[in-house]
């Protein structure tokens, strides 16, 4: 499966325009190896042939578990999520544009960024959040980028890199990021290095499609990647998307991050992973 090749992303990006370098995948281990309980996840993907690994929600676990798990199976973990609340509640897709929950978005950067520091994670998602009723647009959107500012700001010094998503409006109604160049703008808007996006090719494709011009446009601005397959969010292969095409521009770019596989397996995860090899050959 995945090799780790040593290559790191640049401080800013984690794009390069140098030679084409191998791709490098991590399981998302809150869709991939469903099989078995989260803590044995780890090893599962360790014996699959993952390096890496991302999940969006470490919060009910012990940071030094986690740690200890990630280092006897080997694995480097790449990315974790700002809290969220539970699946149908208000605030299910994080709190970053609620106007009345300031202090708990701080807290949950500042949670977030301790795990994400603890793990020793490259990035932090700071999850966007679906717009309030009652709250307009506007001022839903005025608060997500003063939020993001002062994220920007509290994450200085840690190690550890902000990333925003745009997600797709007919899985997340009314998600406060519009599009890719939405979330590249806010970016560029708070100023900060520290500061970029996780494209997510299922999301960008439902939402936006055009994919190789859509991520061009943004290059510049994009720290990590997530793939999935359309229709069915089931691995590269199962759907839609040219993820060969995909793939070959990638490493004609010099992409050099890690990508993230967010998908439900089809039938399987072990049994779903022949399309990595293709990839990496």
């Given at each position: 499966?995945?090799?780790?090749?040593?290559?790191?992303?640049?401080?800013?990006?984690?794009?390069?325009?140098?030679?084409?370098?191998?791709?490098?995948?991590?399981?998302?281990?809150?869709?991939?190896f469903?099989?078995?309980?989260?803590?044995?996840?780890?090893d599962?993907?360790?014996?699959a042939?993952?390096?890496a690994?991302?999940?969006?929600?470490?919060?009910?676990?012990?940071?030094?578990?986690l740690?200890?798990?990630?280092?006897d199976?080997?694995?480097?973990?790449?990315?974790?999520?700002?809290?969220?609340?539970?699946?149908g509640?208000p605030?299910r897709?994080?709190?970053?544009?609620?106007?009345?929950?300031?202090q708990?978005?701080?807290?949950?950067?500042?949670?977030?960024?301790?795990?994400?520091?603890?793990?020793?994670?490259?990035?932090l998602?700071?999850?966007?959040?679906?717009?309030?009723?009652?709250?307009s647009?506007?001022?839903?959107?005025?608060?997500?980028?003063?939020?993001?500012?002062?994220?920007?700001?509290?994450?200085?010094?840690?190690?550890?890199?902000?990333?925003l998503?745009?997600?797709?409006?007919?899985?997340?109604?009314g998600?406060?990021?519009?599009?890719?160049a939405?979330?590249?703008?806010?970016?560029?808007?708070?100023?900060?290095?520290?500061?970029?996006?996780?494209?997510?090719?299922?999301?960008?494709?439902?939402?936006?499609?055009?994919?190789l011009?859509?991520?061009?446009?943004?290059?510049?601005?994009?720290?990590?990647?997530?793939?999935?397959?359309?229709?069915?969010?089931?691995?590269?292969?199962t759907?839609?998307?040219?993820y060969t095409?995909?793939?070959?521009?990638?490493?004609?770019?010099?992409?050099?991050?890690?990508?993230?596989?967010?998908?439900?397996?089809?039938?399987?995860?072990?049994?779903?992973?022949?399309?990595?090899?293709?990839a990496?050959?």
């Amino acid at each position: 499966m995945s090799t780790d090749t040593g290559l790191n992303a640049s401080p800013e990006t984690g794009v390069s325009a140098a030679q084409p370098a191998p791709l490098r995948f991590d399981a998302n281990l809150k869709w991939l190896f469903t099989e078995v309980p989260f803590l044995e996840r780890f090893d599962a993907a360790a014996k699959a042939g993952f390096t890496a690994v991302e999940y969006a929600a470490p919060y009910s676990y012990d940071p030094a578990d986690l740690k200890r798990r990630l280092a006897d199976a080997g694995l480097k973990q790449v990315l974790v999520n700002t809290p969220m609340g539970e699946p149908g509640t208000p605030t299910r897709s994080g709190v970053a544009c609620f106007p009345d929950r300031v202090q708990e978005f701080r807290d949950g950067v500042d949670q977030g960024l301790e795990y994400a520091t603890a793990l020793g994670a490259d990035f932090l998602h700071i999850v966007g959040g679906i717009r309030p009723d009652g709250v307009s647009r506007d001022r839903a959107f005025a608060r997500y980028v003063t939020n993001i500012a002062w994220a920007a700001d509290r994450s200085q010094g840690t190690g550890v890199r902000l990333v925003l998503e745009a997600m797709n409006k007919r899985d997340a109604p009314g998600f406060i990021l519009d599009t890719q160049a939405q979330a590249a703008a806010v970016a560029e808007a708070v100023g900060s290095e520290n500061v970029g996006l996780l494209f997510d090719f299922y999301h960008a494709q439902i939402d936006e499609g055009d994919l190789l011009t859509t991520l061009d446009n943004v290059w510049d601005r994009v720290f990590h990647l997530q793939i999935a397959d359309t229709p069915s969010r089931h691995e590269p292969g199962t759907g839609e998307i040219a993820y060969t095409r995909i793939f070959d521009h990638l490493r004609r770019r010099g992409y050099q991050g890690w990508i993230g596989c967010e998908y439900a397996p089809a039938a399987g995860t072990v049994e779903g992973l022949d399309w990595i090899k293709e990839a990496s050959a």
